[in-house]
Nanobody, 125 residues
Framework: VQLQASGGGLVQVGGSLRLSCAASGRTFNSYVMGWFRQAPGKEREFVGA????????TYGNAVKGRFTISKNTATNTLYLQMNSLKLEDTAGYYC???????????????????WGQGTLVTVSS
């Protein structure tokens, strides 16, 4: 399985950015896919997740109402639309895939089987 994240860059406070994650190597119908982020010197943080079959979503408290996860099952692509960006959103963003996860554990990074290489998002003032 390969997860290839892209779309990171430099954006001003209040701006928007969309990340993509191209997934390959297997079918993902039974998987949960999502995003984590990690800023320098900080712990890894859950951003959000989506069930590949059905599309239900879960978000971390820090991004609720600002970020939206979506998917294109035809192209096996995961998206993260980030709006109203804040300085504290600056981090490396990683897409992840985990098989058969239930909602109560989707925020646990140890439950995911596959991690992408990450894409850097920098929010400036």
């Amino acid at each position: 399985v390969q997860l290839q994240a892209s779309g990171g860059g430099l954006v001003q406070v209040g701006g928007s950015l969309r990340l993509s994650c191209a997934a390959s190597g297997r079918t993902f119908n039974s998987y949960v896919m999502g995003w984590f982020r990690q800023a320098p010197g900080k712990e890894r943080e859950f951003v959000g997740a989506i069930k590949w079959n059905g599309g239900s979503t879960t978000y971390g408290n820090a991004v609720k109402g600002r970020f939206t996860i979506s998917k294109n099952t035809a192209t096996n692509t995961l998206y993260l639309q980030m709006n109203s960006l804040k300085l504290e959103d600056t981090a490396g963003y990683y897409c992840v895939a985990g098989r058969g996860l239930i909602t109560s554990v989707v925020s646990d990074p140890t439950k995911y089987d596959y991690w992408g290489q990450g894409t850097l998002v920098t929010v400036s003032s």
